[in-house]
């Protein structure tokens, strides 16, 4: 039995393997029949064990999941409706874990929930960056008036350490934290210690936090004021992917998959924030138990909540570039951007 479960079970002592496997139902699905439907209430992750899966946001095919994916995994984490429709292009055979099943593993501590957040939280980065390079290719985007960047004097790179300390008094980590849609959710006490992780610092104006190609070393949480997401494009141009403000992440992206940031970050106006860096970032990333499973289920939440908008932005370019060139868009890929 070990030799069909799940990749994502490789790696768990035989014991922990058998235990997590018992809550696994096997599934069949018929070609053409639905798995997952965009907007219903349901939280079940499975485990594609043959067949092929096509994922669809609204009108638009976003990709497909074969042997050895998981579906359903951002609805489980992101605690949110089903964000896609996924239909069988061949028979599938599955293997699920409703949300029972999920709640007794956790309250267990079962490794197999850690194995799961880590995972989901790579992928859903992965699939950011894969917009963003979509994006990155296809968009029009607007023209941006090129400043020179303001070099630090001497005073300023001498004082900076004192100018960082100087605002940590005047935000609490703990309750930007707790105020937070992305990590308010999560218990106090919990919240208490992963606050000790951030310190806080502040931004001037049109200032570039994160910079498009440059390694990710960082992640922020908007405690004061707001960021613009910008993609840039050829010739000068760029394409904004939103607004981030207060109780947001931004960063994550980058840092998750030990990868090169594929979005500038620019301030809107005086920017206070708690940021965290890389190394605290993989210390947290892979501790086991409440604190470690908070701070991966968070992220997983703020990957979520900047993928769908990048997603149907990148489906919205290409539709609007095939209608101009006469070709039929609807059910082609939108770059893949879902390949798992």
């Known amino acids: 039995m070990l030799g069909a479960l799940p990749a994502i079970f490789a790696g768990l002592p035989p014991e922990f393997q058998h235990s997590a496997a018992s809550r696994l139902e096997p599934l069949h699905v018929d070609t053409g029949d639905p798995i997952m439907l965009e907007g219903e209430e349901d939280t079940t992750v499975a485990f594609v064990g043959s067949g092929t899966c096509e994922i669809w946001r609204g009108e638009a095919k976003v990709g497909s999941a074969g042997p050895r994916d998981i579906i359903g995994e951002i609805e489980l984490f992101g ?9 069988a292009a061949t028979p599938v055979q599955l293997q699920a874990l409703g949300p029972e099943a999920f709640a007794e593993l956790a309250r267990e501590g079962h490794p197999i929930v850690h194995h799961l957040e880590r995972a989901v939280l790579r992928r859903i980065a992965e699939r950011l960056s894969r917009a963003d390079e979509t994006i990155a290719q296809f968009a029009k985007g607007r023209a941006v008036e090129r400043k020179p ?4 004097s001497l005073l300023d790179r001498l004082t900076a350490p004192f100018r960082r300390s100087a605002v940590a008094p005047e935000v609490d980590p703990l309750e930007v934290l707790t105020s937070s849609e992305i990590f308010g959710w999560a218990p106090r006490d919990v919240l208490v210690e992963l606050a000790g992780a951030f310190e806080v610092v502040r931004f001037s104006p049109e200032q570039k936090i994160c910079r498009q190609g440059e390694e990710g070393d960082r992640i922020f949480v908007v405690a004061e004021g707001s960021v613009e997401v910008l993609v840039e494009l050829a010739q000068g141009r760029v394409h904004s992917r939103g607004i981030v403000g207060p109780g947001r992440v931004f960063g994550d992206a ?54 769908l908008p990048a997603l149907d932005q990148a489906a919205g370019i290409l539709a609007q570039r095939a209608s101009q060139e006469e070709e039929l868009y609807k059910g082609t890929p939108v770059g893949m951007i879902w390949r798992d």
């Open 79 to 87: 605690g949110m409706p089903r964000v896609c429709t996924i239909t």
């Open 149 to 152: 960047e303001r070099t630090p």
């Open 254 to 307: 980058a840092v998750a998959r030990t990868a090169l940031r594929t979005a500038h970050v620019v301030t809107h106006d005086e920017l206070v924030a708690l940021t965290m860096g890389r190394a605290d970032f993989q210390a947290l990333f892979a501790v086991d138990g409440p604190v470690g499973s908070v701070f991966r289920q968070a992220l997983v939440r703020s990957l979520t909540l900047q993928l």
